[in-house]
């Protein structure tokens, strides 16, 4: 029975589902509703494909969702980055507006899901770890700064194109003689309107007398808004006529569930980009659902949740949608209000149905300009130029992984800039660990805690040499390890025993081990004694499966005072009182009084 619930959590929560949750929830779903319709519309366009089908990525995949996930907030469905990562995908497959480009979207979300769906199956949410929280920052705001610009053309109603910055700037340019004003007069009204929606209309209906709840929700509606009016006044003024770009006509009704088409050509493909988006849009959809159930002090399965996007991402395919994940801003808006299960996200399911049914013969005038504001409001919201500062102050090597993936993706595309900033982020790991943190430690006198010479006053022997290093040992810094003991032995003639200190060693692997006997047999033949103190348990119970204790030329102390005491008990227990003669490198107690 765990199992089952644990592959299916809707059996969880469900069992204590009751009037007044599915009221939080049916609120919630209402308000995520308003919103999704002219997002799902505007995402869609961003992806290259007809409007309708943001709307049908909207409808299974929350279904899904509800079933699978665990996330009680996160609201699933069509995204900006995700939108624009199909789209530079399928865009070198297929031309937009083709039938094989729309078959490729469908394929794109169905490899995803059966991607995601292995790697929850198979526990691999752990992979996400590979993309640093500078690389994830950088893309966003990279892609952020893409999409808005990207959408300058609807903007302007000029026929520009380009998949990079420097292309969609250039192209701009070069069309700048046939800009559209009637429509940039509608996109920058739009703009502008949008814009002062998200910052200033709830203070305002607050300051007219309006309950919080009652402004939060118009203030929500503002995009429908900008929809509505910019609808009637296209069809009012017959704006299509006058050369502004209109939507045009949206089949009504709910798509038939099929299956994609197999091609084995076009499934190779798109293979690459489909693992892209399900790692992206996985990172992106649990550092959301994590943050909301932090503040109900609830918790997500990582490896569900990415059984749960699988799922969705598998519905959208079979009603012909396109790669989908969860989304920030609105799992926010659905959080703030109040969504209690992952129903909310069923119910928002049934009113994007009902709109996709009833309300898209009433969207055939809308003007393209009006999505295209929508969504650049929506991502410049992502763009963080704060966090390039903040990485840049505090670690050069992860602000130049940031900067790399934010360079590559603006200039030369969305895949080329993640696939940049994870090998950057792989390798600056590896080579930090390749050369791990190490001191060399003294006893803090009058107690029995160690610290490094090098930046506290401490007693040191001539004796005994204590290293300390903080970190686990593998292959990449095994190497590393050896130099440096054989640098210090080398350095001090008069030492007869090292004793390494391994209280942030959590694992020792055979490269490590190969080392460590290495360093073992170097020191016995330099007559020095190697010693270990404060081996973990899981380390020593495997240091106990080998042959390397029996070798060991020295002993394995419980403590490090345990291995100073017996090995120099002079220095163990020096007086607090006495006075240290300072070196030229630090403060360290030494001299002939040791």
Not at 443 to 449: D, K, L, R, S
Request: with cysteine; charged share 15%.
């Amino acid at each position: 029975m765990n199992a089952v619930l644990k592959y299916f959590p809707i059996l969880d929560w469900g069992k204590s589902y009751n009037k007044e949750t599915a009221i939080s929830d049916l609120v919630a779903a209402v308000i995520v509703t308003i919103m999704l319709i002219p997002q799902s519309l505007a995402y869609a366009l961003l992806a290259g494909l007809p409007p309708e089908i943001g709307l049908y990525a909207s409808i299974l995949p929350l279904v899904a969702y509800a079933v699978f996930g665990t996330s009680r907030a996160l609201a699933v469905g069509p995204v900006a980055v995700v939108s624009l990562m199909t789209a530079s995908a399928v865009g070198e497959l297929a031309s937009q507006g083709t039938p094989e480009y729309l078959g490729a979207a469908i394929a794109l979300a169905f490899l995803s899901g059966l991607m995601l769906v292995a790697m929850g199956l198979l526990r691999l949410g752990f992979l996400a770890n590979l993309l640093s929280h500078p690389v994830i920052s950088g893309f966003i705001t990279a892609s952020g700064l893409l999409i808005a610009s990207s959408q300058l053309k609807h903007i302007l109603g000029i026929p520009a194109s380009g998949h990079t910055l420097l292309e969609i700037l250039q192209s701009i340019f070069l069309h700048l003689s046939s800009i559209s004003w009637i429509t940039f007069a509608i996109g920058a009204a739009a703009t502008v309107f949008l814009f002062w929606v998200r910052k200033g209309l709830k203070p305002a209906l607050i300051s007219a007398g309006f309950k919080p709840f009652a402004a939060d929700i118009l203030t929500k509606a503002g995009p429908v808004a900008a929809v509505a009016a910019t609808t009637a006044l296209a069809a009012a003024l017959d704006l299509g006529s006058q050369g502004v770009r209109l939507v045009g006509d949206i089949p009504s009704g709910l798509p038939v569930p099929q299956l994609p088409r197999f091609e084995s050509e076009l499934w190779l493909a798109l293979a690459g980009p489909a693992l892209l988006i399900s790692v992206i849009g996985f990172v992106e959809s649990v550092s959301v659902a994590q943050t909301l159930a932090a503040k109900k002090r609830q918790r997500i399965a990582p490896d569900q949740e990415l059984i749960g996007l699988g799922t969705s991402n598998i519905a959208s395919a079979i009603s012909g949608g396109y790669p989908v994940t969860g989304g920030f801003a609105r799992s926010v808006v659905n959080f703030d209000a109040g969504a209690a299960t992952p129903a909310a996200g069923a119910f928002t399911a049934i009113g994007i149905a009902l709109a996709t049914l009833f309300l898209t013969p009433l969207l055939t005038n809308l003007p393209q300009a009006t999505l295209a504001a929508t969504i650049i409001v929506a991502v410049l919201s992502l763009v963080d130029f704060a966090a390039i500062k903040r990485t840049f102050d505090y670690s050069k090597s992860d602000f130049v992984s940031m900067a790399a993936t934010i360079l590559i993706t603006l200039f030369f595309g969305v895949e080329k800039g993640i696939v940049t900033g994870v090998g950057l982020s792989i390798a600056l790991y590896l080579y930090r660990n390749s050369r791990p943190h190490m001191a060399v430690v003294g006893i803090v006198p009058g107690t029995e805690h160690f610290r490094n010479i090098d930046r506290h006053k401490v007693a040191t022997g001539e004796r005994v040499l204590s290293v300390r290093v903080d970190e686990s040992l593998f292959f990449a810094n095994s190497r590393y390890l050896e130099d440096k003991i054989y640098a210090l032995v080398a350095a001090k003639p008069d030492i007869e025993h090292v004793v390494l200190m391994c209280p942030a060693i959590n694992e020792i692997d055979a490269s490590a081990l190969e080392s460590l006997e290495e360093i073992n047999h170097r020191l016995s033949d330099s007559r020095v004694q190697f010693h270990l103190s404060e081996v973990k348990g899981p380390v020593m119970d495997r240091l106990q499966k080998t042959p390397f204790l029996e070798h060991l030329t020295g002993q394995v102390f419980l403590s490090q005072y345990d291995a100073l005491c017996t090995l120099d008990p002079l220095t163990a227990h020096i007086s607090e009182a006495r006075t240290p003669k300072k070196t030229a490198q630090s403060d360290v107690w030494s001299g002939p009084e040791i």
